[in-house]
């Protein structure tokens, strides 16, 4: 299965936690999972007894034929993935990576900001599916008949197209599901009536997916399911149901997003000097109803901010004799925001640099607006 894509860093590691890389097409990093070895034993021994069948004699070979026919389903998804990021490129996206995992790929690019992108970039992969299909089965009728290159021809013309159908699925995180989002996308004017009407079409289809297998091994298994088929059926269930539901979370975390604001969600905050005890410090705090230090120089220009963990995890008793300064987290460039910053901006600024807390001012000077902390930006925009 092919066709997925991640809206969202290149390493110099050969292996990652997604898998290991295998190149750089067109400058996009491509990874094979591990879990890709899962499906190729599967195909492989699924596959062996259909080569015997047609190849009387050809014993053991008939497993390395299997074996070569997984990989070549491995290109055939790597091409699918390709088309997907070259279309992406070429319209001005950012493509991070190709990753090949158990049930096909994942193309990993900017977000589409627009129907005409959306569409053009799921489009691609099937596209290409299809002329895989169509190259595939022009060589199944020119081969030899009886052949092995025959057959992994005319298997890789079926299965090509067979993924090219499902792929045009309508229902995320398949293509047919983002085509689908893109059409709702230009009648409705927003992008996120698009994506909840396609992921829960594709929680529609994991369902249908399901009976849809059982049905078919009984029908081809006497009246019982067949565990393959059951198996099979289980993992494309579960992927639709896993990725449509995991889209719509992060459209539910999207939707919340304009809570995310800079400054309403500071915490006004204290400057002291670095040679302040803590328990003083936080004593001026609380008279003066602030709820976060700030450490300063001998001319007032902020030098850390005080990280409100290290304070919990140091003892009452010790207060008295702790510098705030040796509790605080040197400032540079990347932690310091403005209070105007908010929604996805605000979320983006945060991740160039992941920290516990940020100094905000105000926008267009050094101003100290207060102090922002990561925990209160993740609860306001994960909470109902």
């Known amino acids: 299965m092919a066709g997925t894509r991640d809206e969202g860093d290149d390493r110099s590691s050969r ?3 997604n898998g290991v890389l295998i190149g750089r097409p067109f400058g996009i990093p491509v990874f094979v999972s591990p879990s890709w070895l899962l499906v190729a034993v599967l195909i492989t021994y699924t596959f062996g007894p259909y080569v015997e069948s047609h190849q009387p004699g ?4 008939k497993w390395a034929v299997s074996f070569a026919y997984a990989v070549f389903l491995l290109l055939s998804v790597l091409v699918h993935e390709l088309s997907h990021s070259v279309v992406a490129l ?3 996206l950012e493509v991070r990576q190709i990753t090949l ?3 096909g790929g994942v193309s990993t690019l900017d977000e589409p900001d627009t129907p005409r992108k959306e569409f053009l970039v799921a489009a691609a992969g099937p596209a290409a599916s299809i002329v895989i299909a169509g190259v595939s089965f022009g060589l199944f009728a020119a081969l030899p008949d009886g052949s092995v290159p025959h057959l992994l021809a005319g298997q890789l013309a079926f299965v090509n197209a067979i993924v090219a159908a499902f792929n045009l699925l309508p229902g995320l995180p398949l293509d047919g599901g983002a085509i689908v989002r893109s059409a709702v996308w230009k009648i409705a004017r927003r992008r996120s009536t698009g994506t909840v009407a396609a992921a829960w079409a594709g929680r529609g289809l994991a369902v ?5 297998a059982a049905g078919w091994g009984m029908v081809t298994g006497n009246g019982q399911p067949g565990i393959v088929d059951i198996v099979w059926g289980g993992l494309i269930a579960m992927f639709l149901w896993s990725g449509a539901t995991q889209v719509l979370r992060v459209q539910q975390v999207r939707s919340r997003l ?3 604001q ?6 006004p905050a204290l400057s002291v000097p670095g040679d302040l005890p803590l328990g003083e410090a936080i004593r001026r705090a609380r008279e003066s109803g602030m709820r976060a230090l700030v450490v300063t120089d001998s001319t007032g220009h902020p030098t850390g901010i005080v990280n409100e963990s290290a304070v919990v995890a140091t003892p009452q008793e010790r207060w008295p004799w702790v510098a705030v300064s040796a509790l605080s987290k040197s400032l540079d460039d990347s932690v310091v925001l403005t209070a105007d910053l908010d929604g996805e901006e605000l979320i983006k600024a945060m991740q160039r640099k992941p920290a516990p807390e940020y100094l905000v001012v105000e926008p ?7 102090v922002l902390a990561t925990a209160d930006v993740e609860r306001a925009v994960s909470t109902g």
């Open 208 to 212: 249908v997916v399901v009976f849809a």
């Open 15 to 17: 292996t990652l936690g």
């Open 262 to 267: 800079a400054r309403t969600l500071l915490r």
């Open 364 to 370: 267009g000077s050094s101003r100290l607006a207060g």
């Open 101 to 103: 995992w158990l049930l």
């Open 58 to 61: 050809i014993g053991a070979w």
């Open 258 to 260: 304009p809570r995310a």
């Open 90 to 92: 070429r319209l001005g």
